[in-house]
């Protein structure tokens, strides 16, 4: 299985990394910043292999991309097999309106199927070709829904936290999982609404010791020492397991 980081940074672009999203394989998306038109390109990612794009949550830095590539889709990349978008409940309602407020009727027919498909926790769920599960996260809970994604691809498991602050539910997340993504915005300390060094500390002694910990939505670059099987990502980095 191969990961490759288009960005790794928080919101702010931290250290001017760009924001935090991954590939897997090459065809399956979790999450969708505004820099993910320009950084697939780069990467010479097929566009059109893209078969689901997973959606953590409603912030900026996690899906102002999707847009970008509808507009793709609709003028310059011809595709005609569906395209899975996995998000918080609601998700279709969310993106294509907001797909439709950056370019007007940008939503309609392109030759291709978006099929939507609401994350819900507590069973295995398909999307195309890629079975998963969602876990509720903690992150901003009085404002909007955030979900972990864990799914087996490739005959690996990679599960990803998304934002959050560390929860029992990141240690249900992790079971079983060749590889975790996590959010570590604080290069020290933890919280709030996010994790940090002492939460990956923590959840390094608490998971299995092969599963190994990727670090991103950085705020900085935190010192691993006495760390074992634990990285940080890296814009447009690849990592193979
Ligand atoms: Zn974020
Ligand atoms: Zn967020």
């Given at each position: 299985m191969e990961?490759?980081?288009?960005?790794?940074?928080?919101?702010?672009?931290?250290e001017g990394r760009y924001w935090s999203s991954f590939l897997v394989d090459k065809k399956y998306l979790f999450d969708a910043p505004p820099?993910?038109?320009?950084?697939?390109?780069?990467?010479?990612i097929p566009l059109t292999e893209i078969e689901v794009i997973f959606l953590t949550h409603h912030h900026g830095d996690h899906f102002m991309g999707v847009p970008f590539l509808f507009l793709e889709y609709m003028y310059m990349t011809e595709r005609t097999n569906d395209l899975y978008i996995v998000g918080p409940p609601g998700v279709k309602d969310w993106?294509?309106?907001?797909?439709d407020r950056c370019y007007?009727?940008?939503?309609?027919?392109?030759?291709?199927?978006?099929?939507?498909?609401d994350a819900s926790p507590g069973k295995e769920q398909t999307a195309g070709p890629v079975s998963f599960w969602s876990v509720p996260m903690c992150h901003v809970t009085e404002s909007m829904d955030a979900f972990g994604y864990r799914a087996a691809i490739s005959g690996k498991t990679v599960a990803y936290t998304g934002d959050?602050?560390?929860?029992?539910?990141?240690?249900?997340?992790?079971?079983?999982?060749?590889?975790?993504?996590?959010?570590?915005?604080?290069?020290?300390?933890?919280?709030?609404e996010h994790m940090g060094l002492d939460d990956v500390k923590v959840i390094r002694k608490r998971i299995a010791p092969e599963t190994t910990m990727v670090l991103t939505h950085l705020g900085g670059q935190p010192h691993l020492d006495g760390l074992a099987n634990v990285v940080t990502a890296a814009d447009l980095k690849t990592f193979t397991f």
């Open positions: 990961i490759t980081f288009l960005g790794s940074s928080n919101a702010f672009a931290a820099t993910l038109l320009p950084h697939l390109k780069q990467l010479k993106i294509e309106d907001f797909a007007p009727n940008i939503t309609r027919d392109a030759g291709y199927r978006r099929i939507y498909v959050t602050m560390f929860c029992e539910e990141v240690i249900a997340l992790a079971e079983d999982t060749d590889v975790l993504i996590v959010d570590c915005t604080y290069s020290e300390g933890c919280g709030p």
